[in-house]
C-alpha cells in the first residue's frame, strides 16, 4: 500500500505545517502521498493535513531528483552545458536545448542562419508535441483509462524517430550548438518526408481518437471539470506560466510577447513575416480546462509546422567562421590549415571562448510554460552563473492552494494536470 496513514497525534513543534488546535482534537489524519504512489512517479512526496478523505493542508517537498543541474553550469562550457539541459526537461529534451542556446547566443550576440531558424522552430514545435501529447494521455491514464493513454504515447515514439534521425540519439539529443546544430540535416527530403508523415497521417487519428473518447466522457468531465482550480489573478500572483496560467485566462506566451527564431518579424532578414499561430485561453482554470489548452495547442504546433516544412532555406546551418564561434565545415577541417585549427580549438582546447564579461536573461515558450536561463559571464570558457527559471518549479508551487478542500482521489487529476517534470525542481 502506497499510503502511510496514521492518526494525527505526531510532534507539532517538529512539523509546523501542523495544526496545533487541531491535532490535538485528534480528529485529523496525516498522509503520506508518495514518492512510491505511481502519480508522483517516485519523485514527488506531498504531505496531506486530512479531514476524512477530504484534503485540508497539502505540503509539498522536492529534492528526490537532485542532480545540481545549476551548478554544473560554471564547469562545463557553453556547448558542454547542453548534456545537462537535456536533463532537466526529459519529456522534450530538444527544446530544451533550444532554450539553453537560444540565451548563450544573446549573450554572445549572434544572429543565427534563416536555415538554423527554420530547423530549430520545428524542433521545438515537435519538444511541444512531445510534451503534451504525454501530459494529455496521461490525462486520462491518472484517471484510469488506460486505453486513452495508449493511443498518444504510441505515436508519440515517432518523434523521438525525427530526433534519433537528425541527431543520432532518441530521448537526450544534445543537439544544438552555440551558433547553429550539431550538425546539418542527414537528408533533407527525408526530414520532410518524416515530419510530415507523422503530422498529416499518424498524429491526426491519435488525436482523433484521445477527443471522442474524453472530451463527452462523463465520467472524465465530472473527475477534472471544477477540480483544481485557480483564477487569473492568482496565476498572475504565483507566476504561473504556459498552459497552467493559460487556462486561468493569463494572455501570455513568450513566442507572442518577446519573438524569437520564426516566432518574430524579419526572422530572415528579408522580410519574412512570423509564422502564423493563436494562443488557446480557456478562463475556469480547472483541470478540464488545462487538458483542452494543451489539447489545442497540438493543433496549433502542427499548424505552424504546416509553414515551414516546405520553405526550409538553403544555406550554412551555423554561423560563419569569421565568428569562430561555431565548428567548421568537414571540407574546411580537411582542406585548410584555419578551418583544421578552429576545429582543435573548439573541440580539444579551451581557447574557444571569448565571451562578453556581461549579464543575460534568454527565455523561451516551452510546452509547460516560460523556460529561461540567466547567465553571467566572467568572460571565461563557462558562466560564473548558470540559473534557470523552469516552469515546473513555479507551477508547482501552487498545487497545495489547488488542492485544498479536494479529495484524496482529486489529487492525480491535479498533479497531472500540472505536468511537473522532477529534473526542473531540481536546485
Known amino acids: 500500500m502506497p499510503y502511510d496513514l496514521k492518526p494525527f497525534d505526531v510532534d507539532c513543534e517538529t512539523t509546523p505545517y501542523l495544526d496545533k488546535k487541531e491535532a490535538a482534537k485528534g480528529d485529523r489524519w496525516l498522509l503520506n502521498f508518495g514518492p512510491q504512489h505511481p502519480a508522483t512517479h517516485t519523485t514527488l512526496r506531498i504531505v496531506l493535513e ?9 505540503v509539498p517537498h522536492i529534492g528526490y531528483l537532485h542532480s545540481g543541474f545549476e551548478k554544473l553550469g560554471e564547469k562545463l562550457d557553453y556547448n558542454q552545458y547542453v548534456t545537462v539541459v537535456s536533463r532537466m526537461e526529459y519529456l522534450a529534451p530538444i527544446a ?29 514545435e515537435m519538444g511541444r508535441l512531445q510534451t503534451h501529447l504525454l501530459c494529455v494521455a496521461a490525462a486520462a491514464l491518472d484517471l484510469g483509462a488506460f486505453t486513452g493513454f495508449l493511443y498518444c504515447f504510441n505515436i508519440r515514439e515517432h518523434i523521438y524517430d525525427i530526433i534519433d534521425y537528425i541527431s543520432g540519439q532518441r530521448f537526450h539529443p544534445d543537439w544544438t550548438r552555440v551558433g547553429g546544430l550539431s550538425q546539418d540535416l542527414p537528408d533533407e527530403k527525408m526530414f520532410v518526408k518524416l515530419i510530415k508523415k507523422f503530422i498529416n497521417e499518424q498524429l491526426p487519428p491519435a488525436i482523433n481518437d484521445i477527443e471522442t473518447l474524453l472530451n463527452k466522457n462523463k465520467i472524465f468531465r465530472d473527475r477534472t471539470d471544477g477540480i483544481g482550480q485557480v483564477s487569473k489573478e492568482d496565476a498572475i500572483a504565483w507566476g504561473l506560466t504556459g498552459p497552467m496560467a493559460r487556462s486561468a485566462g493569463v494572455m501570455r506566451d513568450v513566442r507572442k510577447d518577446t519573438p524569437y527564431l520564426c516566432y518574430a518579424d524579419n526572422w530572415d532578414g528579408q522580410g519574412s513575416s512570423a509564422v502564423d499561430f493563436k494562443v488557446p485561453i480557456c478562463t475556469t482554470g480547472d483541470v478540464l480546462a488545462r487538458y483542452l ?5 497540438i493543433k ?8 515551414l516544412i516546405d520553405d526550409i532555406p538553403g544555406g550554412p546551418m551555423n554561423v560563419d567562421d569569421e565568428s569562430k564561434l561555431a565548428k567548421p565545415d568537414k571540407s574546411s577541417v580537411y582542406g585548410s590549415i584555419e578551418g583544421l585549427i578552429q576545429h582543435f580549438e573548439l573541440v580539444m582546447t579551451n581557447r574557444k571562448w571569448e ?4 549579464e543575460v ?19 571565461g570558457p ?3 552563473r548558470a540559473a534557470t527559471r523552469p516552469p515546473c518549479f513555479v507551477n508547482y508551487s501552487v498545487f497545495s492552494k489547488l ?13 497531472g494536470s500540472i505536468n511537473i517534470i522532477a529534473g526542473q525542481l531540481d536546485r
Open 355 to 358: 565571451a562578453p564579461i556581461a
Open 300 to 307: 496549433q504546433s502542427v499548424h505552424i509546422i504546416k509553414q
Open 382 to 384: 563557462s558562466a560564473w
Open 293 to 297: 489548452v494543451r489539447l489545442e495547442e
Open 361 to 379: 536573461y534568454g527565455a523561451n515558450e516551452c510546452a509547460d510554460g516560460e523556460t529561461g536561463f540567466y547567465i553571467v559571464s566572467d568572460g
Open 50 to 58: 486530512l479531514d476524512g478523505e477530504r484534503i485540508v493542508r497539502a
Open 403 to 415: 488542492i485544498e478542500g479536494h479529495m484524496i482521489a482529486d489529487i492525480p487529476a491535479v498533479l
Open 96 to 124: 530544451e536545448d533550444i532554450a539553453w542556446h537560444h540565451a548563450v547566443e544573446k549573450l554572445f550576440g549572434i544572429d543565427l542562419t534563416p536555415r538554423c531558424k527554420v530547423v530549430r522552430t520545428i524542433m521545438a
